[in-house]
């Protein structure tokens, strides 16, 4: 068959067939049942079948060779990470937000691509459509959002080149949206004493007490039980999350005509009400200030007489905080209620997620260490510190005038 053979070494060979084409073959490794795994290029000029070998070579010696035997496309493989590796094995709201990025964005935008032809410019083109596309609401879509889109197909990618369908992760290469923070003013002492203010002259008015003096999370607070709390030893331990609730229909006849399974008259939750915190650091103890086991002393008689008040509709599950029936406080509630106190309490609007910039910035005030700083909030990177525990007024004056002190002394001053 061959006319004209070139052996290169003896995993490569280029050669002319009788059918006037050249050809090139490569054995480039093994296949999983232990057979050669040999690549073949085929051309009828000579230069492109020597530049196709070249290249197998090349890939070989890098170890960036793509497996056999799958013929992945972007959709086929981010639907299976999704569905096989990722979903099952993180919490709900990681889980949620993968699985927005894929179906909403990732699988329109580059899904019809071949997974070992992606290249960085396709998801840098993806992001830059993202940023011009205006969303529902009529506003241009955010960097953070095409950022998180990054974030998701860079994770997917590498679990891709980590089992060996892919030779090298693009997304890696590929430049992602420039996100800048959004600049939080944590609110002041005098702000603080005024939310605890009013919240105290309401129900379940311990709850923003621990938001603001402890910097919880929302789920961490709304996923407490009295377990959880040692007022003997002032303590306090996060060990869950409060989770978003998901539901399904239970209607059967006559349908309830509700659109959505959330307004159903016979709701059946399908999700469980707590899940695991953020990270491993989240699972903490703190220490509670004094002030704080008085407020929650009080919370749980108050709660005793709204469980006798109740009698037989009160459902016990033990959360720290509860709605009048004992039932676990839905986050969304939760929100309106931050809203409501801040504007009740004169204070300026802000995120329910501030109130955590602001315990932060107060433990940093105090003179509490970084690495203690981080186990009271849960964090397992330091880079966190800086994030959250902003530089306000009365540490910028306490900085000038230690410089001031330094630099003009008394035995400096003219």
Same mark, same amino acid.
């Given at each position: 068959?061959?006319?004209?053979?070139?052996?290169?070494?003896?995993?490569? *060979?280029?050669?002319?067939?009788?059918?006037?084409?050249?050809?090139?073959?490569?054995?480039?490794?093994?296949?999983?049942?232990? *057979?050669?795994?040999?690549?073949?290029?085929?051309?009828?000029?000579?230069?492109?079948?020597?530049?196709?070998?070249?290249?197998?070579?090349?890939?070989?010696?890098?170890?960036?060779?793509?497996?056999?035997?799958?013929?992945?496309?972007?959709?086929?493989?981010?639907?299976?990470?999704?569905?096989?590796?990722?979903?099952?094995?993180?919490g709900f709201e990681t889980e949620r937000g993968y699985r927005v990025?894929?179906?909403?964005?990732?699988?329109?935008?580059?899904?019809?691509?071949?997974?070992?032809?992606?290249?960085?410019?396709?998801?840098?083109?993806?992001?830059?459509?993202?940023?011009?596309?205006?969303?529902?609401?009529?506003?241009?879509?955010?960097?953070?959002?095409?950022?998180?889109?990054?974030?998701?197909?860079?994770?997917?990618?590498?679990?891709?080149?980590?089992?060996?369908?892919?030779?090298?992760?693009?997304?890696?290469?590929?430049?992602?949206?420039?996100?800048?923070?959004?600049?939080?003013?944590?609110?002041?002492?005098?702000?603080?004493?005024?939310?605890?203010?009013?919240?105290? *002259?309401?129900?379940?008015?311990?709850?923003?007490?621990?938001?603001?003096?402890?910097?919880?999370?929302?789920?961490?607070?709304?996923?407490?039980?009295?377990?959880?709390?040692?007022?003997?030893h002032a303590t306090l331990r996060v060990r869950r999350s409060r989770?978003?609730?998901?539901?399904?229909?239970?209607?059967?006849?006559?349908?309830?005509?509700?659109?959505?399974?959330?307004?159903?008259?016979?709701?059946?939750?399908?999700?469980?009400?707590?899940?695991?915190?953020?990270? *491993?650091?989240?699972?903490?103890?703190?220490?509670?200030?004094?002030?704080?086991?008085?407020?929650?002393?009080?919370?749980?008689?108050?709660?005793?007489?709204?469980?006798?008040?109740?009698?037989?509709?009160?459902?016990?599950?033990?959360?720290?905080?509860?709605?009048?029936?004992?039932?676990?406080?839905?986050?969304?509630?939760?929100?309106?209620?931050?809203?409501?106190?801040?504007?009740?309490?004169?204070?300026?609007?802000?995120?329910?997620?501030?109130?955590?910039?602001?315990?932060?910035?107060?433990?940093?005030?105090?003179?509490?260490?970084?690495?203690?700083?981080?186990?009271?909030?849960?964090?397992?990177?330091?880079?966190?510190?800086?994030?959250?525990?902003?530089?306000?007024?009365?540490?910028?004056?306490?900085?000038?005038?230690?410089?001031g002190g330094l630099i003009w002394s008394e035995r400096a001053k003219?």
């Amino acid at each position: 068959m061959a006319k004209a053979k070139r052996q290169r070494n003896g995993q490569s *060979s280029i050669y002319k067939g009788s059918d006037g084409y050249w050809h090139g073959r490569v054995t480039v490794g093994l296949r999983d049942n232990g *057979s050669p795994d040999r690549r073949h290029v085929m051309s009828k000029s000579k230069a492109k079948v020597i530049a196709g070998v070249d290249e197998l070579e090349k890939q070989r010696g890098d170890g960036t060779i793509n497996r056999p035997g799958e013929n992945w496309t972007v959709e086929k493989w981010l639907t299976f990470w999704l569905e096989n590796i990722a979903g099952p094995f993180v919490g709900f709201e990681t889980e949620r937000g993968y699985r927005v990025a894929v179906s909403r964005h990732l699988i329109p935008g580059v899904g019809q691509h071949k997974l070992h032809k992606l290249r960085p410019e396709h998801l840098e083109r993806l992001y830059i459509t993202m940023l011009k596309k205006p969303t529902k609401g009529g506003t241009l879509t955010k960097p953070a959002t095409a950022h998180q889109v990054h974030r998701t197909v860079r994770t997917a990618l590498n679990e891709a080149v980590r089992r060996g369908y892919l030779g090298k992760n693009p997304a890696l290469l590929a430049k992602a949206p420039r996100v800048v923070e959004e600049e939080i003013e944590p609110y002041t002492v005098d702000d603080v004493k005024r939310l605890l203010e009013t919240a105290l *002259s309401r129900r379940n008015g311990a709850r923003w007490a621990i938001a603001l003096a402890l910097g919880l999370r929302q789920g961490e607070a709304l996923g407490l039980k009295w377990d959880d709390v040692d007022l003997e030893h002032a303590t306090l331990r996060v060990r869950r999350s409060r989770v978003r609730p998901k539901y399904r229909h239970g209607c059967t006849v006559p349908q309830c005509g509700r659109k959505y399974a959330g307004y159903c008259p016979a709701r059946v939750p399908i999700r469980p009400a707590t899940g695991d915190t953020k990270s *491993s650091a989240g699972r903490r103890i703190i220490g509670l200030p004094a002030e704080l086991c008085a407020l929650l002393d009080a919370h749980r008689a108050e709660q005793d007489a709204e469980r006798t008040k109740a009698a037989q509709l009160w459902i016990d599950e033990g959360w720290l905080f509860a709605d009048e029936t004992g039932h676990a406080l839905n986050p969304r509630t939760d929100w309106d209620r931050w809203k409501k106190l801040v504007a009740d309490a004169g204070v300026r609007d802000a995120r329910l997620h501030d109130a955590r910039h602001t315990a932060a910035t107060v433990l940093l005030l105090l003179g509490v260490t970084d690495r203690a700083i981080m186990g009271i909030m849960g964090w397992s990177n330091p880079a966190m510190a800086s994030r959250y525990a902003h530089v306000i007024a009365p540490l910028r004056q306490d900085i000038a005038n230690r410089v001031g002190g330094l630099i003009w002394s008394e035995r400096a001053k003219p």
